[in-house]
């Protein structure tokens, strides 16, 4: 695959949390960041973001959760992806995070977990570094940073 | 993503309606990879381009609401639905948010529609490069309809009647009054008009200047339908598809293709053809013959123009590949 086509990522937020500021502010950067974002919206269910994942042949999904839930929400979205032959899907979350909650994502297979305070390029360079298996050059990731 | 995909199975599989690899091939199409040529090839029944249905219009005016209510209808009469959204990508040609398909999101478990984003990547006709293309994959997978949405429109972004039988043009009120719709070509482009919104203020009003700056143009034989709609509560949509549909009675009657149209394609077949042209003028310049051209021209026994002639004749007796 040309190194040259944009990374594809499906960024939306499951269950009933409304609060999609962190969402919003995420996907912009991954956009500024050369990726292109298929914007999911809100309260969606793990099935409808694996149909979107599908449909749109995405690369990564990203996942905002800031209720409690992260841990329980997390593995019904990836049961989802398996369930439609999707296991190759790199999964990332942002949210509330906990020690619990970063052991409990990790034996589901996500490494790409971040929590408050996380600055937006090194979510980039972690997707960059994990669909592409290189970091991005230096002059494109400081682009961004102005 | 699976390179080694084998091409005709997995055009095959989208035959079958395996939506996966659909999605996959729309991929290798959109990248431009040097295999998706040949799906396209692949496609050995008449696309049906005059079938398909463009959505264009100014950014706001409601397109994807729009999109999604006649994906309503389309799905109550029991017709399957494939979408092509198309938003801007960034300025560098790369990043895009694309997020047309919120408006559809009630779809988004049903086995029947099929929707996909895709950022313009540098094109400025309101599609993408790919998006012809893409159609054609869309059609072969055997959707009953097939939209494609552009990015909103101002005033110069025709590339949509190139693909779609049918334009829809959605105007919405307090989008300008209709001096700003005569002087945009893109009152030129329409085949229906839709006015948006058509609960707000200024609706009936709209539909009415609308009428009137379409009477001022010069008689046609299709005349073009100004239907008032309000996509949120499905209002209007019937009526919309009745003249889409009388639409494409008119152009299954109607002998050779309206003047505007006729010009976008033949633009299309322009621009590709003189890409393969570069690339064989490339090809025969690295041939000793081209050598000698280069020196001609070097020492003056030719001049540009003359050598470009000669350049010229060459391509015109190098034998066509033959087709497959």
């Given amino acids: 695959m040309s ?3 944009p990374i594809r990522v499906v960024v939306g937020k499951v269950g009933l949390d409304g609060h999609d500021r962190g ?33 749109e042949d995405a690369d990564v999904l990203g996942l905002s959760i800031l209720s409690g839930a992260v841990s329980q929400l997390s593995r019904r979205v990836v049961a989802a992806l398996n369930e439609a032959g999707l296991d190759d899907i790199l999964v990332v979350v942002g949210g509330i995070t ?42 494109a990731a400081s682009a961004q940073d102005s | 993503m699976r390179v080694n995909d084998d091409l005709a199975t997995l055009f095959q599989r989208l035959r079958a309606g395996d939506r996966r690899a659909l999605s996959r091939a729309l991929t290798l199409i959109e990248n431009g990879h040097p295999q998706a040529a040949g799906l396209v090839d692949a496609v050995d029944q008449p696309s049906d381009a005059a079938r398909r249905v463009g959505i264009t219009g100014p950014p706001g005016a409601g397109k994807s609401t729009l999109v999604a209510a006649m994906a309503d209808a389309h799905r109550a009469a029991g017709r399957s639905v494939a979408v092509l959204a198309v938003d801007p990508s960034s300025p560098d040609g790369r990043g895009a948010i694309l997020g047309d398909r919120t408006r559809m999101s009630r779809h988004y478990l049903d086995p029947g ?15 993408s490069d790919a998006a012809g293309e893409a159609l054609v994959l869309l059609n072969a997978a055997g959707f009953d309809e097939v939209i494609v949405e552009t990015v909103g429109t101002g005033q110069v972004e025709l590339d949509v009647t190139g693909h779609a039988g049918t334009v829809v043009l959605t105007l919405m009120p307090g989008g300008g009054d209709s001096v700003q719709a005569m002087k945009s070509g893109i009152l030129e482009v329409a085949d229906i008009i839709v006015v948006n919104k058509g609960d707000l203020e200024g609706a009936k009003q709209l539909v009415n200047e609308v009428r009137q700056a379409l009477h001022l143009r010069r008689p046609a034989d299709w005349k073009i339908p100004v239907v008032r709609t309000d996509a949120l509560t499905g209002e209007g949509i019937d009526a919309l598809l009745t003249a889409i549909q009388a639409h494409r009675d008119y152009l299954r009657s109607s002998p050779g293709l309206p003047g505007l149209r006729r010009q976008v394609l033949a633009n299309q077949i322009v621009a590709q053809a003189v890409a393969l042209l570069r690339v064989e003028a490339r090809r025969l310049l690295d041939s000793p013959a081209g050598d000698t051209l280069i020196q001609d021209l070097q020492h003056g026994a030719l001049s540009p123009r003359a050598a470009a002639e000669r350049l010229a004749g060459m391509i015109a007796n190098t034998p066509q590949p033959q087709e497959a």
């Fill in chain 1, 3 to 5: 190194q040259g086509r």
């Fill in chain 1, 23 to 55: 969402v919003k502010v995420i996907a912009q950067g991954l956009r500024d960041a050369g990726m292109e974002v298929i914007y999911a919206g809100l309260r969606r269910t793990p099935a409808e973001l694996a149909q979107i994942v599908l449909q």
């Fill in chain 1, 98 to 139: 906990s020690p619990q909650i970063i052991h409990d994502l990790d034996e589901l297979g996500i490494k790409g977990v971040f929590g408050p305070g996380t600055d937006i390029p090194s979510v980039a360079a972690f997707i960059e570094l994990n669909v592409r298996g290189r970091l991005p050059e230096v002059g």
């Fill in chain 2, 113 to 127: 529609v099929f929707i996909r984003s895709m950022g313009t990547r540098g094109a400025l006709g309101g599609l």
